[in-house]
């Protein structure tokens, strides 16, 4: 009996192991930035205009059981808005710099080298240099102070291909 339980246990934890994998490389990519104003206060903030940025940085992927994976990265990323004024009809042009953390849980479909996945999970961004819009906003500029942190929640969905090439899409 014990000779039984004890080749079991160690089947177990041989099939356990070999399902655990970590693999990481570099990331990068492009972001868009909506940015929404209603607040009277502002009211003299013609529009924020929609833009683009980047980011970049390393991610690590932790293999789970039954497709399971924990997925995290540590990214730089530089975003520049639009604001125009009604008051002193001028264009503010702000970048936006910080440091993000997303941690994701991922499923993944598929064998092998390929496949797809989804996933979802927090984000925390820590702001670099200055957290306050000040430049040609006026009486406003009171308004933008941003924090140092944010968090919020990230959901994704992407496939792998050639074995080491993830294309992925996500909303935060």
Partial sequence: ???????????????????????????????????????S??????SGDSQAGWNIGVRANVGLIAGFSVNGALLYNQNKLVLENDMVMVKEYETER?????????????IG?????????????FALGSTKWNKA????????????????WNISAGAKVLGKLELT???T
């Fill in 113 to 125: 080298q390929t496949g797809v996945f989804v996933g979802t999970g927090p984000q925390f961004d």
């Fill in 98 to 110: 910080s440091f993000s953390i997303p941690l994701n849980l991922r499923y993944n479909f598929g």
């Fill in 137 to 152: 906003l006026g009486n406003a500029s009171s308004t933008f102070d941003k924090q140092n942190m944010a968090t919020s």
């Fill in 1 to 39: 009996m014990k000779k039984i339980l004890l080749t079991l246990v160690a089947a177990l934890v041989v099939t356990s192991a070999s399902a655990f994998s970590f693999n990481w490389g570099i990331t990068g990519g492009l972001n868009y930035t909506k940015v929404k104003i209603s607040n």
């Fill in 169 to 171: 899409a996500g909303y």
């Fill in 41 to 46: 206060a502002i009211s003299n903030l013609k």
